[in-house]
């Protein structure tokens, strides 16, 4: 059964037994002091208001027992996955694969890859590892999502302008319907926030839909 909940650039509507919430690269390299977010020269404070939002996504969804996807950036240790294009650009202190205060930076298995407490997945809950900014690419998110029936997607998450925005227009580009949480996504520069948000609504909602968290929620209440 569709619900449908204020948005913009309009009314979103959509089927919560179709719907799946993405949360992206929740991860401690990005939100906590000593990983890769920090070692590029950001303020990382600044993704915290979006936890509590992400969290409220969660416990909507896994209330009606709804599909969650987490994912994580992170790379083989080998790092055959990480281009040298990727790891050797900028002048940041430390790259991807170096040892830093939380393991090897952006490593599968290390500490700092892993999604921060507040938010980690129960079992049963899918966590897709991607190499790149995209969670579409070099990933089975397709397949999986295309075999669970899933045609919307919620998206949440960090930052909003790079990974967040990449993995939407992703979503779009293979159909589905988008709708990004203003308040459960976050940058380090929320100038690029602020345009993120309205590049993806803009020309009637080029690449989806956003609304607050507390609207994707009362639409499933409602549900």
């Known amino acids: 059964m569709k619900v449908i909940l204020d948005a913009k650039p309009c009314a979103f509507s959509f089927d919560p037994a179709t719907t799946a919430l993405i949360v992206i690269d929740m991860q401690r390299d990005f939100l906590e002091p000593g990983g890769f977010g920090a070692a590029l020269g950001n303020d990382v404070s ?105 045609r919307s997607l919620i998206f949440a998450g960090v930052t909003t302008e790079v990974c967040v925005q990449t993995s939407m227009r992703e979503a779009n580009d293979r159909g589905y319907e988008c709708l990004l949480a203003e308040d459960a996504t976050e940058s380090y520069f929320p100038a690029f926030k602020a345009a993120t948000l309205a590049m993806v609504t803009a020309q009637g909602g080029i690449v989806g839909w956003s609304a607050p968290t507390r609207a994707v929620v009362g639409a499933l209440r409602c549900g």
Do not use: Q, W, Y
């Open 46 to 150: 600044l993704l915290a208001p979006a936890i509590a939002p992400c969290r409220a996504l969660l416990d909507a969804f896994r209330a009606n027992g709804l599909t969650i996807i987490h994912t994580r950036e992170a790379h083989r240790p080998d790092l055959g996955d990480c281009p040298p294009a990727k790891r050797l650009r900028g002048d940041a202190r430390l790259r991807i694969g170096d040892a830093g205060p939380m393991g090897r930076i952006l490593v599968i298995g290390e500490p700092g890859v892993e999604i921060i407490p507040e938010l980690a997945p129960l079992p049963g809950e899918r966590v897709v590892d991607k190499p790149g900014k995209g969670a579409f690419h070099a990933t089975g998110l397709d397949e999986m999502l295309r075999a669970s029936g899933i």
